[in-house]
């Protein structure tokens, strides 16, 4: 399915004033060439007055933001958002169809690998925002053509009811040993869960990580349509337990549902940080209010916001704010550099659409 553009998003305006009614003559005629004149310059301001926003971060969340930017900068947004099905895949190939004469100024993006997907492509454009100064080297492009925005967490989702504590789960590599028909993930071929296994290829090495999904396919592990899927399973007690991300982990706990949130290998390589990336796009029609809005996106308070409302979970700086479904303890995050997980991308699918395309 396409993309769908929002209706633009305007700053509040006033109602002109109502005017008198003028004579006719050349008075008259003066006064309207004069107001066409205005009107045409107006017109124009207004037009170099826009951004033009391709996201995957969901509509509920996005444009709420994109409205208050809006509002405070007087810049018209023209959102484009993406349908589920498509998703931030979707967003990245009309860029790539588009890049000899590019449409969209900014790419908002709820994940980190079809970011860097474009950035290899040479389609997207250096831009250092003065609000990224407390955002780690970890967080953001080496060559400013990227900057994290709030993260998501994998996690693990135990429904309490049916695991006691002392058989909690611990690691990802739990999926191994538990009761296959009773725990799951999302189909490692797309999203958060494709990334993930690229980054366990990063961690492990290739054939390391291709005898783990390959004993998990063996063994028939639950693979879910997506990451709510296992969450709804989980929650329903369907399943056990399952991998997923916190947004949709964090949903059910705030429902009240009988789960918990566990974070996985706390004790060994650490816990999968999802950043959100924001970057101008290579040749954006409006560079400077593209700029602008990225600045604002990547600004400490937005993404504050972005965490109150669910949208993520936990902040791209050190020490930041988290949601509150993830606890107070300090996470111990997997050390992987971002490329070096994009870079196993390839590597990963190619084994995966073999195991699990059987």
């Avoid at 008198?20 to 008259?28: L, T």
């Avoid at 931030?88 to 690998?113: C, H, M, Y």
């Avoid at 296994?197 to 990580?209: C, K, Q, S, V």
Wanted: proline content about 7%.
């Amino acid at each position: 399915m396409p993309a769908t553009m929002s209706a633009p998003l305007h700053p509040h305006r006033r109602r002109p004033e109502p005017g008198h009614h003028r004579g006719r003559g050349a008075p008259a005629l003066s006064t309207l060439l004069c107001g066409l004149v205005l009107v045409t310059l107006a017109c124009s301001r207004e037009a170099s007055r826009t951004v033009v926003v391709y996201t995957s971060v969901d509509q509920v969340y996005s444009e709420p933001i994109l409205r208050e930017f809006a509002e405070r900068t007087g810049i018209r947004v023209r959102p484009v958002f993406d349908v589920e099905a498509a998703k931030t895949v979707g967003l990245v190939q009309r860029i790539i169809a588009e890049r000899r004469r590019p449409r969209a100024d900014v790419f908002w993006n709820s994940e980190f690998s079809q970011t860097l997907l474009l950035a290899a492509r040479g389609l997207l454009e250096a831009c250092r925002p003065a609000t990224a100064g407390d955002v780690p080297g970890t967080m953001r492009s080496s060559r400013d053509l990227w900057t994290g925005v709030g993260c998501r967490v994998r996690v693990l989702l135990v429904n309490t009811r049916r695991v006691p504590e002392e058989a909690m789960p611990r690691s990802v590599e739990d999926l191994l040993t538990a009761e296959p028909s009773r725990v799951g993930l999302a189909n490692p071929l797309f999203g958060t869960t494709a990334t993930h296994a690229a980054a366990l290829f990063a961690l492990w090495g290739p054939p390391e990580a291709e005898r783990f999904f390959r004993a998990l396919a063996d063994r028939g592990v639950h693979v879910a349509d997506g990451n709510a899927g296992v969450r709804d399973l989980v929650v329903a007690g369907r399943l056990d337990w399952g991998l997923t991300d916190s947004d949709d982990a964090c949903r059910a706990v705030e429902a009240g549902a009988p789960v918990r949130i566990v974070l996985p290998d706390q004790g060994g390589a650490g816990t999968l940080l999802i950043p959100g990336t924001v970057a101008v796009v290579a040749g954006a029609p409006h560079p400077r209010e593209a700029r602008k809005l990225v600045e604002y996106l990547v600004d400490a308070g937005t993404e504050q916001r972005l965490i109150e409302s669910g949208c993520v979970q936990l902040s791209v700086r050190p020490g930041g704010p988290r949601a509150p479904c993830l606890g107070t303890a300090p996470i111990r995050v997997m050390e992987l550099g971002l490329d070096a997980i994009h870079d196993r991308i390839g590597d990963s699918r190619r084994a995966l659409v073999e195991i699990f395309s059987r």
